[in-house]
């Protein structure tokens, strides 16, 4: 089969996806751009600021994309080609698309508010506090997973990273440890410039630009040769310093910055992997040797870089707060949800053919060494290491961002003044108290470098998370008398492979366990599914129950 061609018909089927499917969204659920927007109606200055879309949008895919999507194709491609395909599009388009706008609509619709609070509205206080034990969880571990990624990518010194730049030898991943670190103060010059000096933003953009591509010369010339826990500690403290910042000074204009970072990588990769390439072992369309059928469907339904339940927390956490038009949500929801897309169908084109390295290497570490294999040069691994860490840097901020309002949320329910709170209320909802708590457990156990062994957990928890998100912005659709099917079908599908993948890997744990990773895996997917159940019992009689009929189709 030749995979040029099916990536070209991919890319149609995004881009009719994106055109006819995101419109019907649209205009089912009535997106409305005479309405003023949270980031009018509740601005602050610090978390609500109404933002240009192209801003919007790079943050949005910002911290959506990257080392995520990456990791989750490269998992996925081991069980063909054909499987991981039909999930990235079908995935993408009919459950991503309309999980991601559901999800940002009900923010927008509910002054920027998480989704436990729009459980709160239509189920009650008790949804609302497990959905946010739920996804505060699921943070930790998130965090948790991208930090062991970065820090992994910047303290390893594998020989076939090795630069040979000026007058020394830098490793690629000491390069990507210190441009990323460039990059930070690149995007704080652009936040001051444009959003306190009220500078021009293209001029400016061009003028950072300039400075993040002297940043990567600056890098790998430099280098930062750190060991992973020292990585893991500037990690954590990279990680309150951005939550607990106004929202303009850093996490906008990094993420803003960084989007043109992946974007020039895709298109990089993209040109690279269309030239002639001889493929001596193609990719079969479909590959179960040696795997267990059931296991190997739920593996590339959880991972195969599609549906995202940390996305819907980024769309009503801090996306929300900044969208300043209703008429942008589809772009930046939808719009960035294809191209992480279309980035999961660059890297699938990547893995085309089998056995081409026999590295004991990471997913990144994969198929950065594929693409460099291609361009014929050892440069390319350098940028692929710091595009994707940079990328995995960018998801963590804004993920520990998302805490911080989680954990503030649960122990001030009311949204309250902080200073009308009392004793141990207002010292857990201290934004920095939460923030700290957060950042401590997730990097703490960051600090485990044999983590990556919980990806597949990693992606059933962000599964399980999506389909408890869609029945979130269905419950609310359903009370306004809108349409919630193209929530429902994809929520059910989630939630069934989420839940079955967790009850499979308990088992797997219990019956063979072979180091103390299968307890913790087990003792994870057992504190992951308890809520979820809790929750489903809660919100699937609010959503069934007895409603006002939906409208007739037109």
């Not at 009535?30 to 879309?53: A, L, W």
Request: net charge positive.
């Amino acid at each position: 089969m030749n995979f040029i061609l099916i990536l070209l018909a991919a890319i149609v089927v995004l881009l009719l996806g994106y055109l006819f499917y995101g419109r019907y969204l649209a205009n089912k659920w009535g997106i409305d751009p005479s309405r003023e927007t949270p980031s009018q109606d509740c601005f602050d200055g610090k978390d609500y600021v109404p933002t240009p879309p192209v801003v919007v949008m790079g943050h949005h895919f910002a911290s959506i994309a990257g080392a995520g999507t990456i990791i989750g194709t490269v998992k996925a491609a081991a069980f063909g080609w054909l499987p991981a395909l039909l999930w990235i599009l079908v995935g993408s388009v009919f459950f991503a698309a309309a999980h991601d706008f559901g999800a940002l609509f009900a923010s927008l619709r509910h002054k920027g508010r998480s989704l436990g609070r729009v459980l709160r509205e239509h189920v009650g206080e008790k949804a609302q506090r497990v959905f946010t034990v739920f996804a505060l969880l699921v943070l930790v571990l998130l965090v948790a997973c991208f930090t062991n990624v970065v820090a992994n990518t910047f303290a390893s010194s594998a020989e076939n990273g090795i630069l040979s730049v000026g007058a020394g030898q830098v490793s690629a991943q000491a390069g990507a440890g210190a441009a990323s670190i460039l990059f930070v103060l690149v995007g704080l010059l652009f936040g001051l410039l444009v959003f306190r000096k009220n500078l021009p933003m293209i001029p400016m953009t061009i003028l950072c630009l300039l400075l993040m591509a002297g940043s990567v010369w600056a890098g790998l010339n430099l280098g930062l040769n750190l060991p992973y826990a020292v990585w893991v500690g500037i990690i954590a403290v990279y990680l309150v310093a951005a939550a607990l910042a106004p929202v303009w000074s850093l996490l906008q204009p990094r993420d803003y910055l960084s989007a043109f970072l992946l974007w020039g990588m895709m298109l990089c990769c993209l040109v690279v992997l269309l030239l002639p390439h001889e493929i001596t072992a193609p990719l079969p369309a479909v590959n179960l040797e040696g795997q267990n059928p059931v296991y190997a469907l739920l593996s590339v339904l959880v991972i195969g870089g599609a549906v995202s339940g940390y996305n819907a927390l980024i769309a009503s956490g801090t996306t929300s707060k900044q969208l300043a038009n209703e008429k942008h949500a589809r772009a930046v929801s939808v719009g960035s949800v294809l191209l992480c897309a279309l980035l999961a169908l660059i890297v699938l084109l990547a893995m085309r053919e089998i056995n081409l390295y026999d590295y004991s290497a990471s997913p990144l570490d994969e198929f950065a060494h594929r693409v460099a294999n291609a361009a014929g040069s050892k440069l390319a691994y350098s940028l692929i290491l710091l595009t994707v860490s940079v990328f995995a840097l960018t998801t963590l901020d804004t993920l520990t961002r998302l805490a911080r309002y989680l954990f503030a949320e649960l122990f001030n329910p009311d949204n309250r003044r902080l200073k009308k709170l009392e004793g141990a209320q207002r010292f857990f909802a201290t934004p920095a108290v939460g923030t700290l708590i957060v950042v401590l457990l997730g990097c703490g156990l960051g600090l485990v470098r044999e983590l990556d062994r919980l990806w597949p957990l990693f992606g059933a928890a962000n599964l399980l998370l999506a389909g408890l998100a869609m029945m979130s912005a269905a419950i609310w659709l359903r009370s306004e008398g809108k349409k919630t099917w193209m929530l429902i079908v994809p929520m059910f599908v989630s939630l069934a492979a989420a839940l079955a993948f967790l009850v499979w890997n308990a088992v797997l744990a219990v019956l063979s366990p072979a180091s103390w990773l299968d307890w913790l895996t087990l003792g994870c997917s057992a504190l992951l599914a308890v809520p979820a159940v809790i929750l489903l019992a809660q919100g699937l009689p609010a959503l069934f129950g007895k409603k006002q009929a939906e409208p007739e189709e037109e």
